[in-house]
């Protein structure tokens, strides 16, 4: 049998038969946003780098709403990350190619809000601590004495430390912070598979 035809012959198969998976695990943004203002991810200060690095990214992948692949991209390097005054302006490094490869897509500015800079109460600076421009502000502070790459988001692991992260690995930390608050908190997140953030 050619290799075409083994090829098309297997294809045939997986569409007569397709892999049965069990749905992603539902899980409570809410939960999660409220777990994010409070030990261990709080005070950022004090919180370790591979929490630090994971409450980061939640905080840039909900609030841009972009694909890990844009996420992968960013770059920490002037003019591709600038903070204003009322917001924090990110964009992709240049030789990044969207997926939808428009005029508007290519190199597009992702800006970002702050969120309660000028707190009143102590709910208010609560909610202040959801601020991706002050997270990334302490992120950028804690990595900047090891990092090894432009890319926004390095790796935390001893043997890798400072260096670039993959796609890969981007996507486990999103589903990782997730598990690891559910567990934190008792709740169940009832699946086999691992949770993912909804497609941006």
Same mark, same amino acid.
């Given at each position: 049998?050619?290799?075409?035809?083994? $090829? /098309?012959? +297997? &294809?045939?198969?997986?569409?007569?038969? @397709?892999?049965?998976?069990?749905? @992603?695990?539902?899980?409570?943004?809410?939960?999660? +946003?409220?777990?994010?203002?409070? *030990?261990?991810?709080?005070? /950022?200060? /004090?919180?370790?780098? $591979?929490?630090?690095?994971? $409450?980061?990214?939640? +905080?840039?992948?909900?609030?841009?709403?972009? !694909?890990?692949?844009?996420?992968?991209?960013?770059?920490? &390097?002037? =003019?591709?990350?600038?903070?204003?005054?009322? !917001?924090?302006?990110? !964009?992709? %490094?240049?030789?990044?190619?969207?997926?939808?490869?428009?005029?508007?897509?290519?190199?597009?500015?992702?800006?970002? *809000?702050?969120?309660? @800079? %000028?707190?009143?109460?102590?709910?208010? #600076?609560?909610?202040?601590?959801?601020?991706?421009?002050?997270?990334?502000?302490?992120?950028?502070?804690?990595?900047?004495?090891?990092?090894?790459?432009? #890319?926004?988001?390095?790796?935390?692991?001893?043997?890798?430390?400072? +260096?670039?992260?993959?796609?890969?690995?981007?996507?486990?930390?999103?589903?990782?912070?997730?598990?690891?608050?559910?567990?934190?908190?008792?709740?169940?997140?009832?699946?086999?598979? $691992? *949770?993912?953030? =909804?497609?941006?």
């Amino acid at each position: 049998m050619s290799h075409k035809l083994c $090829k /098309a012959f +297997l &294809r045939g198969i997986f569409l007569l038969k @397709p892999p049965i998976r069990d749905p @992603p695990p539902q899980w409570d943004l809410n939960l999660i +946003l409220t777990s994010l203002i409070l *030990p261990p991810f709080e005070p /950022a200060a /004090a919180c370790s780098l $591979k929490l630090l690095s994971w $409450k980061t990214l939640f +905080l840039v992948a909900i609030t841009s709403a972009r !694909r890990v692949s844009e996420l992968h991209a960013l770059c920490v &390097r002037p =003019p591709y990350l600038i903070f204003h005054k009322d !917001r924090v302006s990110l !964009r992709t %490094n240049p030789s990044f190619l969207p997926k939808v490869a428009s005029q508007t897509n290519l190199n597009q500015s992702i800006d970002l *809000p702050v969120f309660f @800079p %000028n707190y009143s109460d102590r709910a208010e #600076q609560k909610l202040h601590y959801l601020d991706v421009h002050r997270q990334l502000r302490y992120y950028l502070d804690k990595t900047k004495i090891f990092r090894k790459s432009d #890319q926004l988001f390095l790796s935390y692991a001893e043997n890798r430390k400072g +260096l670039p992260v993959s796609k890969v690995t981007l996507s486990r930390w999103l589903s990782s912070v997730i598990t690891y608050i559910y567990q934190l908190i008792g709740k169940e997140l009832v699946s086999n598979q $691992k *949770p993912i953030l =909804p497609e941006l």
